[in-house]
């Protein structure tokens, strides 16, 4: 499995800054046997160093061989998104990065006490097009299912969308 990077604030100046997840992981079979990056096996995956330079693979040391989302929680198995690099083109930062979501996001609106995030642009103008549609449809699609209903009503709609706008088209 391959990973876009996320679009985060550069913890050295503030600016946008790209987090990358260090390592990419492939089932036995899907693994691509002429990479010439270091590659590992661990469970049912090989695991790829992307960054061998910066960021080695070790395994967790639970027994669990299994990927995961939610941070570092230490419930065993890999924790995707926590531990990766930051990549910033501003200050031109390039250092290993523990995520914390979604305080590191860099779209990301505070309204009516909650706070509205998205990965990248791409995402952001997405939820924008669904928050500014009177007659949504339903929400089939992974980036749009988790947006928190508060954001959705119309008593807030006009705020939500003048905010995303203002960031959005900076």
Known sequence: MKYEPIDIKCPNCGNLAKFEEPFEFWSKIAANADDNRPTHRWGGWTVVERFPSQVSWKPPSSSGQYLR???????????????????????????????????????????????????????????????????????HSYSLRYIPTHFLSAKVRDLVVQKMERSINA
Do not use: F
């Not at 926590?82 to 501003?90: E, I």
């Not at 009516?112 to 928050?131: C, F, M, P, S, T």
């Open 69 to 139: 989302g939610g941070g570092n929680t230490g419930k065993g198995g890999y924790p995707l998104l926590t531990n990766g690099l930051v990549q910033c083109q501003s200050c031109h930062v390039n250092n290993k990065h523990v995520l914390c979501w979604p305080s590191d996001a860099y779209w990301q609106w505070p309204i009516r006490g909650e706070l509205l995030w998205a990965w990248d642009k791409d995402h952001a103008q997405l939820i924008l097009n669904y928050v500014k549609t009177r007659m949504r449809p339903s929400r």
